[in-house]
């Protein structure tokens, strides 16, 4: 036995004694009933970022904090979102004195929160108006911290952008895809990175359009300092003028939360959330049935080509658009395709599967409503199914639409409207999805509401069931939209059981 397993195996008893936790003894016999399961208990800390939400001093945002009542978890908890500002800057600690300090050296100074939640159950509300606002960031924890969820709603009343944009706060990580972003002269897009860290954050951005990769002048090692926000203009970037582009943001240091603002001169703007991660099969849910035009971008990231299956789940079915039957995107290369008025009145999702062997792809659809000057665009990106649980704020009992598809199976899948932000009481209903279908479900409204609310989804049965949800205002005219997917909202985490054993003292 060598001196590194001796070492191993003493710092390994170590451990055990200190922690008095772990079972380390190999079990003489492994009978029925050995293994325990994995115990699935609350989450305890939830981080959310939120971009600015516009440079138009027409601007009205309002930010919906959300946190669905869990199961398990304790009185205790606190939730708030604070402006990233110079103020909130990364905080070192005076070593003689103990005090937290700004990088100048001065007493940190403390942000008023944004959104401060009262209690699970019940939505919070926080406004602004105008171009000045800042990145917000999101720390939850004790009871507010399972399935947290923060909308972020802008109105803008004229202007590039026009319309409404909203976005769902996103969690830090270290990889984003966003296909679906351009360079057109009509087109203004903003990757928006925000840092929630006491460090700095060192991340690359690298465009891959229709010929593959696009040479950048400053897209790598972009810094984003501690507890701030950094909007990157894409034409900033590179000189060519593509109109459908695929962005990937590769954090080196560090972890940021990321979204795209895509504004365009006539056709309105929205937010462009991630893309889940790239797999073989993708799911763009709640295609609007008015939907005038929707364009399809996929991208390739691997070494291998890319031929899919497009497919509309339709109230009825699975349907193949006519002319449109497959995409071929080759690797590393962005590709797109007008799918024109393919929802023709009716709810609809985007199933995209291989043809023949499985090649990951990243995938999202850019939707127009309305015809002329009166246009309005929005993005719906692929997501990952709801899984357990998810929730989606601000939601009024006019103008909210939710979408259910299940592409392999028939579902049963419980829908929960909350209290309302002002009062109300909560309800709940249960629908059936068929397989391979999409149904715009008729929402339940709380009673007595008074508010906004937010819609909690949860499927009862095993299929796969991807979920979306629109929010439509029209002003002047303009059939303002915006949608935002339900991916599952990790309010739970797997922890494994394990059993004090003092026996391993004694080997």
């Keep these: 036995m060598n001196r590194t397993t001796l070492s191993l195996i003493a710092g390994t008893a170590a451990l055990a004694a200190v922690t008095g936790f772990a079972t380390l003894n190999q079990p003489d016999a492994a009978g029925p009933g050995t293994a325990k399961a994995a115990a699935e208990l609350p989450v305890e800390r939830t981080s959310l970022l939120c971009p600015a939400p516009s440079t138009s001093d027409l601007a009205d945002t309002s930010y919906t904090s959300f946190t669905p009542v869990t199961k398990g978890t304790d009185g205790d908890g606190t939730a708030a979102l604070t402006a990233a500002t110079a103020e909130s800057a990364a905080a070192t600690t005076d070593k003689a004195t103990g005090k937290a300090t700004d990088e100048a050296g001065s007493k940190k100074k403390a942000t008023k929160p944004v959104v401060t939640p009262k209690a699970p159950g019940t939505p919070a509300v926080g ?6 606002a800042a990145a917000l960031l999101g720390i939850a924890e004790g009871k507010f911290a399972p399935g947290w969820t923060v909308q972020e709603t802008t109105e803008v009343a004229a202007g590039s952008g026009r319309g409404l944009q909203g976005v769902t706060c996103t ?18 897009d903003y990757v928006h990175l925000t840092n929630p860290d006491d460090s700095a954050a060192v991340a690359d951005i690298e465009l891959y359009g229709k ?21 990157i203009l894409l034409s900033t970037l590179t000189g060519e003028k593509q109109e459908d582009l695929t962005v990937h943001v590769n954090v080196r240091s560090g972890r940021v939360g990321a979204a795209v603002q895509a504004l365009d001169e006539k056709l309105g703007g929205d ?27 996929a991208y390739a ?3 291998a080509d890319a031929d899919l299956k497009v497919q509309l789940a339709s109230p009825t079915g699975l349907i193949t658009p006519a002319g449109h039957e497959t995409l071929h995107v080759k690797a ?3 590709a797109s395709v007008d799918l024109g008025d393919v929802t023709r009145g009716e709810a609809g999702s985007l199933v995209l599967t291989p043809t023949d062997h499985s090649v990951p792809v990243v995938a999202a659809v850019r939707v127009l409503r309305g015809k002329g000057a009166q246009q309005e665009s929005a993005f719906i990106t692929a997501t990952a199914p709801v899984g357990t649980r998810a929730s989606a704020a601000d939601n009024s009992a006019k103008g909210t639409t939710l979408a259910l598809t299940a592409p392999k199976g028939t579902a ?3 829908v929960t409207a909350s209290a309302g932000s002002g009062g109300g009481t909560a309800v709940s209903k249960t629908y059936t999805v068929k397989a391979g279908t999409t149904r715009d479900v008729e929402l339940p409204v709380p009673t007595g509401l008074k508010g906004t609310y937010a819609l909690t989804v949860e499927p009862l049965t095993d299929t796969p069931v991807y979920a979306s949800r629109t929010l439509a205002a029209t002003q002047d005219g303009v059939p303002g939209f915006t949608i935002q997917t339900l991916p599952d909202d990790r309010g739970t985490v797997a922890v494994p059981e394990a059993d004090e054993d003092v026996a391993v003292l004694q080997k």
Aim: charged share 20%.
């Design 412 to 414: 049963q899948v419980k």
């Design 127 to 132: 406004e602004t108006s105008g171009g000045e």
């Design 271 to 297: 937010w462009l959330a991630a893309s889940t991660d790239p797999a073989g099969t993708q799911v763009i849910p709640g295609i609007p049935k008015d939907a005038t035009a929707v364009r399809l971008i």
């Design 211 to 231: 010929d593959g990769a696009l040479a950048t002048t400053v897209g790598e090692g972009i810094t984003v300092p501690a507890h701030s926000s950094e909007p």
């Design 171 to 188: 969690a830090p990580d270290t990889e984003f895809w966003f296909p679906g972003v351009s360079t057109l002269a009509d087109r203004t």
């Design 332 to 334: 590393g290369m962005t």
């Design 301 to 303: 990231p691997g070494d």
